[in-house]
């Protein structure tokens, strides 16, 4: 299955709205969808993603900090772990459990270490920090095909410049979503993103392999 290079972060989900939001985020085009774990009864949110989504979307978990972690989404059906850092051991597990793995990095060394550990992608956190510039720099040492997702402050403003310097894709958070925003509100901030994140692209959405 070919992904939208944007990572969909639907931190504060509960259970009752995740299948709603999930629609309007896929009927967009955006196909990769994170729980965070730290969000309201978050493994009954991935399930519910799991059995109407799986065939249509990449569903799993954020802020996934321990391997214990790693095997209650796995026990969902989910096939994305994300992580806020670079643990070997998580990263190893969720190969292990042949699910895709992306975990955090900010130094050229975390993200050496998480690709030898056997990271799918990177997540480049907190971008807002980190900057395009220093991106652009660890990037020259990374392999060639490394893919790096911007994650922290991403928006309209900035986004530009990342896709300048070859950044595969963005994770999305605030600017979509929070749980205190209404189905309406949520609809038309996805809309309105998909709209200046296609203009800054030119030619639309650029599909990847995950």
């Known amino acids: 299955m070919k992904y939208s290079p944007l990572i969909a972060i639907l931190r504060g989900v509960t259970p009752d709205k995740i299948l709603n939001v999930a629609e309007i985020l896929i009927e967009n ?43 209650n989404v796995f026990n969902t059906g989910a096939k994305l772990i994300v992580s806020p850092n670079t643990d070997c051991q998580v990263i190893q597990e969720t190969k292990k459990l042949k699910m895709l793995s992306i975990p955090g990095c900010f130094t050229v060394s975390e993200a050496l270490t998480a690709i030898q550990s056997g990271a799918d992608a990177l997540k480049l956190f907190p971008a807002s920090t980190l900057g395009p510039n220093t991106f652009n720099a660890i990037n020259q040492v990374l392999p060639k095909d490394t893919k790096c997702f911007a994650v922290g402050g991403i928006n309209s403003d900035n986004m530009k410049e990342w896709v300048d310097f070859k950044i595969t894709g963005f994770g999305i958070g605030s600017n979509i979503y929070n749980p205190k925003m209404s189905l309406y509100e949520i609809k038309n901030k996805v809309e309105d993103f998909m709209k200046i994140y296609q203009n800054i692209l030119g030619k639309g959405l650029k599909q990847i392999s995950l």
């Not at 729980?35 to 978050?42: A, I, Q």
């Not at 321990?66 to 095997?71: Q, R």
């Open 29 to 71: 085009g955006i196909n990769i969808i994170e729980v965070p774990l730290n969000s309201p009864n978050p493994l009954k949110s991935i399930q519910l993603l799991v059995d109407k989504y799986s065939d249509k979307a990449l569903l799993g978990a954020g802020t996934v900090l321990k391997t214990s972690e790693v095997n």
